[in-house]
């Protein structure tokens, strides 16, 4: 009769489980707490912060544990610099925001109608075939904006429980100096054409802007807009002819050294006092941005963790980069092409960002060194059947592989770990406040 393993094997089973499926658990358990805000905003009061409570705890309960401070420390500065590059990217972004919509006037936005998009046509006539429960739960609000940077973060944390390879750092600053790649590009394409809004309202009901086109639109592109004859024209001279001699002009407040945002930005009376408020209200544009940002990070986030974690959560968090992505087209904040773009976009910049990390493992070649050097005592001990001999030269082969000091912490490195969760945790508070609205 064959015999069951030992309780305490057990129990070291049900321990391995936890270790490496926890972070899925944790994100399921996060998505379907921050979830009850819509079917149970009591119980969402009590839960939502009692469980970011015990994640805060065990994330701070592991720092004394962590060993590999040394490593996060290399991977500090390239950190902050994606940190920096990642707000100018934002910034840049903000700046074609507002341009490309205050460049054409509110009427433009209003008269303009939006583009045909057979995505939306799809998801029509799905809600005519698919059960009442299926509309609804793919109508439902499940993952939003905010939840797909706080499973990232959730994902950095991790590597205080070696669910992830360190440096947490490096992972963070490839997520973001991936972001601050994409929103460039973003910024980039969405500058180069413009594209009316799959919500014509949108513009007059969050903007302030001018009614009228700014006068370069007025020369380059109001002419040419609809004239089958004057687009012939332009297109044969290659040039733009029509006369226009007085253009209608926009108020100019006096904005120092930036006065020259003015053409772009294009304030009105009351909004004018600072350009750095201005857009800090603008909030998101009014006409179709390709590619779509909400997705760039979503799909930035199910990249980061299919690599560094995998398993069935893995699958669990491309499900919901689905679900929102059918979710931004079924509510008309993008079009279809503008969610499949960001999809591949953000996939291809994921890959080509490697070198930041996982960075090379160094210590490999030094265990395999040390290895070669013992190599002899360790066959001799296996022979002698000697498994406390076989353990202390194992041990000395992974110590020899690692860069970190063992013994006491010295007083720098205490200061630099309290300082990173303190920071990190910083963010993450702010992530959330700033976020949550979507």
Known sequence: MRRSPPPSRWLAAIVRALRHGGLGIAAIAYVGVDYLRITSPSWHAWLQPALWTVLAFAAVSRVPFYKHWSAELQAALPFVA????????????ALSVRFVTAVLGLDWHSKTPPLPDTGQWLLLALNE???????????AHIITLHHFLMLFIMLAFSVLFDSVK???????ARYMFTMAVGRLLRAITFVSTILPSARPWCASARFSVP????????????????????????????????????????????WGSMSFLIDFLRPTDTEGSSWYSLLKRASGGCNDLLYSGHMLVAVLTAMAWTEAYG?????????????????EVRERHHY?????????????????????????????DRRLDKLEKIQSRLVQAAKDSDMDEVRELLKEVEMGGSQEKHGRKSRAMWLFSCATIFSTLTMVLLAF???SDG
Request: hydrophobic content about 50%.
């Open 82 to 93: 994606s940190i920096l590059f990642m707000l100018s990217a934002f910034l840049f972004e």
């Open 129 to 139: 075939k698919l059960p009442e429960t299926a509309v609804e739960i793919l109508r």
């Open 166 to 172: 360190a440096p947490g750092l490096g992972l963070g």
């Open 211 to 254: 009614a009228h086109p700014h006068r370069w639109a007025q020369k380059y592109y109001v002419p040419y807009a609809s004239d089958a004859t004057a687009i012939r024209q332009v297109i044969h001279l290659d040039m733009a002819f029509d006369q226009t001699v007085e253009y209608v002009g926009d108020p100019r407040p006096n």
């Open 311 to 327: 398993g069935f959560s893995s699958a669990l968090i491309w499900l919901l980069v689905m679900h929102s992505a059918q979710r």
């Open 336 to 364: 279809s092409v503008d969610c499949i773009v960001a999809i591949y976009v953000g996939i291809l910049l994921w890959k080509m960002t490697g070198f930041i990390w996982p960075m090379k493992d160094a210590s490999r």
């Open 433 to 435: 406040t700033l976020t």
